[in-house]
Structures are given as C-alpha cells and as structure tokens.
C-alpha cells in the first residue's frame, strides 16, 4: 500500500532556529515523485518541490533544502534560520500508483516561528 | 498568470440541501483535480478531470460528482449533505499531459463549506 506519514504534528521553534520536518513514504513503485507542499492560515496549498525518485541528490532553495534518501525512504525538509512568515502546515505528498494527479498526502506537520 | 480561482470563497447550507462549487484553472492547464480537507481525515482526493472526462476517482460516495468543461473550468457537487460534509474544498489544476504523470499542481484557496 501507498503511504505518507509526517510523525511531526507539530514544531514550535523560535525564529532563527533550524528546524527539520520529517516524511517517511512507501510505495511499490520503482520510480515515483514525491511533493512537499505548504498551507498558511489562508487556505492555499502552496507548491514547494516535486523530487523524481532517480534523483537523491539533496536540494537547495534558499532557505529552503530536502534530504531525499532512498534507502530509509524518507525525503525530509529543512527550513534554515526560520522566520514567521514560514508559520504554516507542511504538507509531504505522493502520487497514486499510475494515479496522474491523484496525490496521497502525510497528516502534515504544523510549524509555529514565534518571534 | 492568474492562479486558481475557486467561488464561492464560503458557504453555509443546511442538511439535505445540495451545493455546487466552481474552479477555474490556471490558463493552459487542462486537468483539474479535487481534494477534501478535514481536521479528522486530512487531505483526501476526491476526483481529476482531463479533457472534460473524469481520470481519476477518490472514495466518496456517489453523493460527491464533478464535471469539467471545454474550457476546462470544474464544479463539483454534493448532493444530500450531511454534517460529515464540512470542509475546506480544494481545487488543484496541472498541465495534465498524459505522458507526465506527476505535474505538479498549483492549488487554489479552497472553498470552505459549513454545513448546519
């Protein structure tokens, strides 16, 4: 069976503090994506990284990095020297098998930055 | 380039009434997908739409339908509604290419339903 699981329900860090969100997936799948996505107290779900599972280099974005490890399937997100703008839900994701657009989302994981 | 757009924004009906809510995707997108979101079961897919036929379908009962049009704009309906039926309803669109199966999907900001 498909599967996301965020254990994190919620992280309360202060702000300029590090703070690792983890995901751990299973799949049957040989080659797949995973997602991350971030949901602020407006409602939105915001896209943030899509990684092919033939890639497990890390990734970079600014603040922003993802751990991709094949081997313990997980594909965990960094968020370096938080702020409270990044005060939202995090969600990880990943596609049905053969599903198109049809995305088995984790439970998500509520991060709080106090100022 | 306009984002998601999803009417309304609210909306609060009663039980037994049935609701209608309306996506428009990102110009060029062709496949539209709907999501559940409650506090109990989380993110839950509802169904896709492509080229105005329906390609994928969640667990819901059959109380939950959609529909897409030529100009791949979506609503989706719920008939009968029950008080399970609370949510925040979201509508995601994608390019959908048949051959790319994992487009990333840029969601709007939800429809949130309330019903009493």
């Known amino acids: 069976a498909q599967k996301v699981t965020q254990a994190q329900t919620e992280i309360s860090v202060v702000e300029k503090e590090d703070v690792t969100l983890d995901c751990v997936y299973e799949t049957r799948d040989t080659t797949y994506y995973l997602f991350w996505y971030k949901q602020p107290p407006s409602g939105e779900l915001v896209f943030l990284i899509r990684r092919n599972s033939f890639d497990e280099q890390n990734e970079i974005s600014g603040r922003y990095s993802w751990n991709f490890q094949k081997s313990t399937s997980s594909f965990n997100f960094t968020i370096t020297a938080s702020q409270v703008v990044d005060s939202a839900v995090y969600f990880c994701a990943l596609p049905f098998s053969g599903g198109y657009n049809k995305l088995i989302f984790g439970a998500g994981t509520r991060l709080a930055v106090h100022p | ?116």
């Open chain 2, 1 to 116: 380039k306009a984002g998601v757009t999803q009417t309304p924004r609210y909306l609060i009906k009663t039980r037994g009434q049935q609701v209608t809510l309306s996506c428009s995707p990102i110009s060029g997108h062709r496949s539209v997908s709907w999501y559940q979101q409650t506090p109990g079961q989380g993110l839950q897919f509802l169904f896709e739409y492509f080229s105005e036929t329906q390609r994928n379908k969640g667990n819901f009962p059959g109380r939950f339908s959609g529909r897409q049009f030529s100009n791949s704009r979506s609503e989706m309906n719920v008939s009968t509604l029950e008080l399970g039926d609370s949510a925040l309803y979201l509508c995601a669109s994608s390019l959908g290419r048949s051959l790319d199966f994992y487009n990333e999907q840029f969601f709007g900001p939800g429809t949130r339903l309330t019903v009493l």
